[in-house]
């Protein structure tokens, strides 16, 4: 078994490439309540989690949720690939400025799993070279993600993904913006 302690509440940012499993292990281990994704945030736009032409308007829709879920001391999980700094950068922002931890979740399971898993998938695929670029964003990522502030980093192999348990754990050194 591989122990992720989760304080509750919290920021928690699941990070990797398409063809993870962020959004699968995202809804064995969570409430969907808790969960935020940038693909239904597309959805809730046009109907078409893939439609890339409206993730500025769905990551808005994306950050207005966090903010709202955290202000409240609410478990807050962003399923979104959470590659580049700058759309980490505001996240982890919102989250201090309301003195909330951040988690985040590192899925590196080898370059052959994210194009095998993106192959069995049924409703969509990405891109082949998309996922190209992914992996070059997600080398960056990880080199920097111990100089970003997260209360812990779990980084998840193709072992301990499936031997991962959440443990909640109350964390009570909260003082709530009310802004």
Not at 32 to 52: F, G, H, K, M, N
Not at 120 to 138: T, Y
Request: glycine residues 4%; hydrophobic residues 40%.
């Amino acid at each position: 078994m591989y122990r992720l302690s989760i304080p509750d509440p919290s920021l928690v940012l699941l990070i990797g490439p398409s063809g993870a499993g962020k959004s699968t292990f995202a809804s064995r281990h969570f409430r969907p309540t808790e969960i935020i994704s940038s693909d239904r945030c597309r959805a809730l736009i046009v109907d078409d989690e893939s439609d890339q032409s409206v993730s500025g308007e769905a990551f808005s829709i994306l950050r207005h949720i966090a903010r709202e879920r955290l202000r409240r001391s609410r478990l807050t999980v962003i399923d979104a690939t959470s590659l580049q700094y700058r759309s980490r950068r505001p996240l982890l922002r919102m989250a201090r400025s309301v003195r909330v931890p951040t988690v985040a979740i590192v899925f590196n399971l080898g370059r052959d799993t994210y194009f095998a898993n993106n192959l069995a998938r049924l409703d969509r695929q990405i891109p082949a070279a998309a996922i190209e670029k992914q992996l070059a964003e997600f080398e960056t990522a990880h080199a920097r993600l111990a100089r970003e502030g997260y209360a812990n980093i779990y980084e998840l192999d193709a072992t301990t993904l499936n031997e991962a348990v959440i443990e909640l754990t109350p964390h009570h050194d909260l003082l709530l913006s009310t802004a």
